[in-house]
Nanobody, 129 residues
Framework: EVQLVESGGGLVQAGGSLKLSCAGSGFTSDDYIIAWFRQAPGKDREGVSS????????YYRDSLKGRFTISSDNAKHTVYLQMNNLKPEDTAVYYCAADLRRSVADYSDLSAPNRFDIWGQGTQVTVSS
């Protein structure tokens, strides 16, 4: 059974940085997609970034390009989300999710959380002004 565990969230001042980790276990194949989503109180879940484990193709929400960077360590089955120059509007619970049925990420993944069938428990990111 594939499981995902997020870590690295916390409280940070505006302009600061955080690095989230998504540690995976139970994978039986190297072909899968990992995405980060976030959900702020009272708002819909939105896609942040996605990556293909096989070829490290990456996609970002347009508004986050340049501030957020997704990376992965295949040996550790861990995907990271480096978040720089954080803003109060980045405050949300951040989730990582896996799609085990596809091997190539697509930009449309960021607007289709229903494609992802494995989810972590989430990690809270709070950015103070």
């Amino acid at each position: 059974e594939v499981q995902l565990v997020e870590s690295g969230g916390g409280l940070v001042q505006a302009g600061g940085s955080l690095k989230l980790s998504c540690a995976g276990s139970g994978f039986t194949s190297d072909d899968y997609i990992i995405a980060w989503f976030r959900q702020a109180p009272g708002k819909d879940r939105e896609g942040v970034s996605s990556t293909s484990n096989s070829d490290h193709t990456t996609y970002y929400r347009d508004s986050l390009k340049g501030r957020f960077t997704i990376s992965s360590d295949n040996a550790k089955h861990t995907v990271y989300l480096q978040m720089n120059n954080l803003k109060p509007e980045d405050t949300a619970v951040y989730y990582c999710a896996a799609d085990l049925r596809r091997s190539v990420a697509d930009y449309s993944d960021l607007s289709a959380p229903n494609r992802f069938d494995i989810w972590g428990q989430g990690t809270q990111v709070t950015v103070s002004s």
